[in-house]
C-alpha cells in the first residue's frame, strides 16, 4: 500500500472526527448562544412592539431548531465519515477488502463538508494509487532466480571450505572455486 495514500486517509479521518466533535458542541450551545443574542440585541430594544417581538421569537426558535438539526446531522455524518476512513486503514495490506469503508467514509466526510481540509486531503487521496507500480525496464537484467540445486551448491561449498580448513587449497583458490560455482549456478 502507498503510504502517502494511507497518511492521507488517516489524516482525513482524524479530522473528520474533530469536525464532528466540534459540529456537536455547536448543536448544543447554539440554543444559549441565540438566546443571549436576542436578549441583547432585541429584546431590550424598547421601540420593538410585543406583536413583533412574539413574531421574532417565533423566527429564532425556528432559526435555532433548524441550526441544531442540521448541526446534528452533520456531526453525525463526519463523525461517521472519520471513522470508517481510520477502520479503512486499519490493515492496509488488506485495503481492497475494505475500500468499500473508505469510500463510504469519503461520502459520509465530503456530505458533512465538501470544503473541509478532510474533505480536501480525501479529495487528494482519490488521485493517489493505492498500489504504486514499479516501471519494468527492458534493458535492466533480470535477477537470476533461486537455483533449483541450492543444496548441491552448499555440499560444494562446504567440501571447498573443509579443503581449505586442512590446508589443501588456499584462501584464493577457495574464492576462486566459490566464483566459479556461484557463475555456473547462475547460467543454469
Do not use: W
Not at 452533520?74 to 490493515?91: E, K, Q, R, Y
Not at 555440499?155 to 588456499?170: A, F, N, Q, S
Amino acid at each position: 500500500m502507498n503510504n502517502s495514500k494511507k497518511t492521507l486517509i488517516l489524516v482525513s479521518g482524524i479530522l473528520a472526527i474533530i469536525q464532528g466533535v466540534a459540529l456537536a458542541l455547536m448543536a448544543i450551545f447554539i440554543k444559549p448562544f441565540l438566546d443571549k443574542v436576542l436578549e441583547m440585541a432585541v429584546m431590550n430594544d424598547p421601540t420593538i412592539a410585543e406583536p413583533d417581538l412574539s413574531l421574532i421569537r417565533q423566527q429564532l426558535e425556528l432559526m435555532q431548531s433548524t441550526l441544531q438539526v442540521f448541526c446534528a446531522i452533520f456531526a453525525i455524518t463526519s463523525t461517521l465519515g472519520g471513522i470508517f476512513s481510520l477502520v479503512s486503514t486499519s490493515n492496509f495490506q488488506h485495503f481492497e477488502e475494505k475500500k468499500g469503508l473508505y469510500i463510504t467514509g469519503a461520502i459520509f466526510t465530503i456530505i458533512s463538508s465538501p470544503l473541509s481540509i478532510s474533505s480536501i486531503l480525501l479529495y487528494i487521496s482519490f488521485a493517489i494509487p493505492a498500489k504504486i507500480k514499479t516501471p519494468q525496464n527492458p534493458s535492466a537484467p533480470i535477477p537470476p532466480e533461486p537455483t533449483k540445486n541450492y543444496s548441491e551448491m552448499k555440499d560444494e561449498i562446504e567440501v571447498l571450505r573443509r579443503l581449505k580448513e586442512d590446508g589443501v587449497i588456499t584462501e584464493e583458490e577457495f574464492k576462486k572455486q566459490i566464483l566459479e560455482i556461484l557463475n555456473k549456478k547462475m547460467k543454469q
